[in-house]
């Protein structure tokens, strides 16, 4: 069975899991996929919105991280990360991942994530509203969000 893409998800990146990721137990420890995630949303947002990688300039911060593990992942693994705006609020947006292992047959749902990400003004050291134009581009790019 061919890998499908999840729903309402566009933007994808693929890893392939490293050596280092691994723990004692010969799987993925539970924090690399928080890095996976984290890949994701750089990726995401350079993609998407624009972003520059200068993060005194960038202007987010996360504010939340949540993991729903599935499966196990090991060395070697070929992964690809789904990521996807699912809220944009006026300081703060959610960015929704699903990791999925590559198989000889397709592929398999491993995780599901999701980051709460705040506008932020590293200057003032505050939160400020969504700047237009990242909320433009993301409404653009997502179906699933209301302009």
């Known amino acids: 069975m061919p890998h499908t893409q999840p ?7 693929m890893l392939t899991v ?3 990721d691994v ?8 924090a690399k996929y928080l890095t996976y ?5 750089i990726c995401y947002l350079r993609d998407v919105i624009g972003a520059s990688m200068n993060f005194q300039d960038f202007g987010v911060i996360l504010a939340k991280a949540t993991v729903d593990y599935h499966l196990p992942l090991a060395f ?3 992964i690809i990360v789904y990521t996807r705006c699912s809220r944009l609020g006026g300081k703060s947006f959610d960015l ?5 292992r590559k198989t000889d047959d397709g ?6 994530g999701l980051t709460t990400m705040v506008a932020y003004d590293y200057t003032t050291a505050q939160s400020i509203p969504v700047p237009d134009e990242w909320r433009k581009r993301m409404t653009d790019y997502e179906p699933i969000l209301e302009a």
């Open 7 to 13: 729903d309402g998800y566009r933007h994808t990146i």
């Open 18 to 20: 490293r050596f280092g």
């Open 76 to 78: 070697g693994d070929a």
């Open 37 to 41: 995630m984290e890949q994701g949303r």
């Open 96 to 100: 929704e991942y699903v990791i999925y």
């Open 23 to 30: 723990d004692a137990l010969g799987h993925v420890n539970h």
């Open 107 to 112: 592929s398999q749902e491993v995780a599901h």
